[in-house]
T-cell receptor, first 116, second 115 residues
Framework: DTGVSQDPRHKITKRGQNVTFRCDPI?????LYWYRQTLGQGPEFLTY????????KSRLLSDRFSAERPKGSFSTLEIQRTEQGDSAMYLC??????????????FGAGSRLTVL | AQSVTQPDIHITVSEGASLELRCNYS??????LFWYVQSPGQGLQLLLK??????LVQGIKGFEAEFKRSQSSFNLRKPSVHWSDAAEYFC?????????????FGRGTSLIVHP
């Protein structure tokens, strides 16, 4: 098992461009989470999936943010019309769907976004 | 809503000294509690977790934490710090069964280790 993989690790873009991040979770994990982390802060929850179902998306930061997990495996997080305030580390994590395991997140290394 | 407070933004210790990082949580029932560590350029790694039972839990890398319900605390300790322990440490609280299983993280404590 290679853990949680995120791609790209770094993305530099110009304001107004769209960006997409990909996350490949641990294969036997059916829950997948996206968090955002800004400098000096802890991870901030954005959204999560149980298999292909997106169970919570009200905390996505704006309607410019969207996430998918079409076949219950990998997931993508898209940010449209990026703004400088979107610059952050975007973290993906996965977990088992069991009651005790659902809380135990395994994180990827993150995708760092810089918006110029 | 659940929340976590890590009152210390930075902690500086000398190598070989003992360490205690503070964490206070707010949650209506018995929480699931976690400590994660993040080294520069790395993702968060789970150090230890508390679900129930013995309130003193052991983790990886020689860390331990104690759950104190009366103080709503889950402080992280290590008896002798190594230079490689320098990193960012995050406390998190998760829902008990029946909840949404969305862990909430504190803002983190940066550990600086002097030689």
């Amino acid at each position: 098992d290679t853990g949680v993989s995120q791609d790209p690790r770094h993305k530099i873009t110009k304001r107004g461009q769209n960006v997409t991040f990909r996350c490949d979770p641990i294969s036997e994990h059916n829950r997948l989470y996206w968090y955002r982390q800004t400098l000096g802060q802890g991870p901030e929850f954005l959204t999560y999936f149980q298999n292909e179902a997106q169970l919570e998306k009200s905390r996505l930061l704006s309607d410019r943010f969207s996430a998918e997990r079409p076949k219950g495996s990998f997931s993508t997080l898209e940010i449209q019309r990026t703004e400088q305030g979107d610059s952050a580390m975007y973290l993906c994590a996965s977990s088992l769907g069991t009651e005790s395991g659902a809380n135990v997140l395994t994180f990827g290394a993150g995708s760092r976004l810089t918006v110029l | 809503a659940q929340s976590v407070t890590q009152p210390d933004i930075h902690i500086t210790v000398s190598e070989g000294a003992s360490l205690e990082l503070r964490c206070n949580y707010s949650y209506g029932a018995t929480p699931y509690l976690f400590w994660y560590v993040q080294s520069p350029g790395q993702g968060l790694q789970l150090l230890l977790k508390y679900f129930s039972g013995d309130t003193l839990v052991q983790g990886i890398k020689g860390f331990e934490a104690e759950f104190k319900r009366s103080q709503s605390s889950f402080n992280l300790r290590k008896p002798s710090v190594h230079w490689s322990d320098a990193a960012e440490y995050f406390c998190a609280v998760g829902d008990a069964p029946g909840g949404s299983y969305i862990p909430t993280f504190g803002r983190g404590t940066s550990l600086i280790v002097h030689p």
